[in-house]
Each structure stands twice: as C-alpha cells, then as structure tokens.
C-alpha cells in the first residue's frame, strides 16, 4: 500500500480504501496515472467490439493514454457536493488490474448512484468484475446510506450483464442509442437497498470515508 499522501489533508479522497479478501480499491493519485495509462494501452476489448456508450477506446495512442489521464483529472476539477464522480483503480497484490467508477447528482438528497467499469484484457475472466463492484456497491449502501444503484450494459455484452445478474440487479427498461453509427440496445438495471442487503457480503472493509463524508454531501455522522 502506497505511503499516505500529504495532499490528504485538503483531498481526503486520497485516503478513501476499499478491501476485499482478493482486492484494493482507492482512487487514483497521479503517481498512479503512468500504470493506468499503460493498462489502457494494452487493450480493454476486442477492436470489433464496442462495451461502452462513448466510444473512448477508439482513441489511438498516445491520444487514448493522454485522454484517460484527462479523464481522472477532470473528475477531480468538477466533484462537487451535488454532483461527484468517484473513479477508483482496483488493484491485486500491487497490480492495478481494473477501473470502477460510481458517480451521482444530488445523492444527499435522491440516495441513487449509477456504476461503470472495465477491466484490463489480461485479466478478464477471472471475477475481478464482480469483486470490484460488489466492493462498489458496500460503499454505496453500507458506508453513503445509498437507497438504489443503477447500472446499464449492451446485449451484447454478456460479462457484464452475468454480474449485474449475479449481484441482484432487477430489469429496469431498454434503450437504444447510437454506437459506431449504429443502433445498439441498452439494458438499464437497478438494485434496490433491500435487494442489495439479500446478495451483500460481509467481507468487505471501507477506511477513510469519515473525512470524505462532507465531499459526498452528506453530514458527518454514518448512516445507521
């Protein structure tokens, strides 16, 4: 575990953990950025297909590595109280392995966040996905007092739609939208607090949120 960072002090997401029995999950600091930029360049899928909604890994390198970097300063430049974006690398005996998000607006008040995240080639297959969001989703509901978490994936995606499955998600409509120029079917899910609560595990740990709570809108003292 990397030493802690004295930008804590007025960042105090940088001393935001996540523990699995397998994983860590921390958000990244820009020592990071250099292994996760490297991670995005050996590939996340296959070049015919296409996971995500924007297409970000059409970029050619070096333009795919420098706008990831953009992507976890921007977060940081834009979180606010009322509308954050929480992007967290996922790590495996020192290895960054993978990437999950969770983001909201107005999460004092609505409770709901949505997720997203990907995983390095070299490692799919493997369960990484469903630790990490199974991770995701303690902090949402046990450590933020979260009430609803949504997710969305292609149908033709089927990793991602086994975990969504696999941690209790329901069915939540359809859409289509505009991929590569053609149409693709959306699949939106979501899981309630009292769904969550059948499927969670409680193997996982959460440290340094006390002094994030106010960043994520929220009072000081815990949920009960």
Partial sequence: ?????????WWPLFGLRLRTPRLELRPHTDADLDELATLVGRGIH???EMPFSVA????????????T????????????????????GVWEDGHLLAQQS???KDFAALGVVSTGSWVGRADQGRGIGKEMR?????????????????TQAFDD???????????????????LQVRRRRPARLLRFTLPRSEWEQHRRYDITIEGLERCRELFGLAENPPS
């Fill in 1 to 9: 575990m990397p030493d802690p960072s004295p930008l804590e002090e």
């Fill in 46 to 48: 296959p070049p015919e």
């Fill in 56 to 67: 970000w890994t059409d970029a050619p390198s070096p333009l795919l590595e420098r706008q």
């Fill in 69 to 88: 970097l953009q992507y976890i300063w921007r977060t940081r430049a834009e979180w606010s109280p009322d509308a954050w974006h929480l992007a967290l």
């Fill in 102 to 104: 969770v983001e909201a």
């Fill in 134 to 150: 199974a991770a995701v989703l303690h902090l949402a509901f046990a450590g933020l007092g979260a009430a609803r978490a949504d």
């Fill in 157 to 175: 995606n089927p990793a991602s739609l086994a975990v969504t499955r696999s941690l209790g998600y329901l069915p939540n409509g359809d859409d």
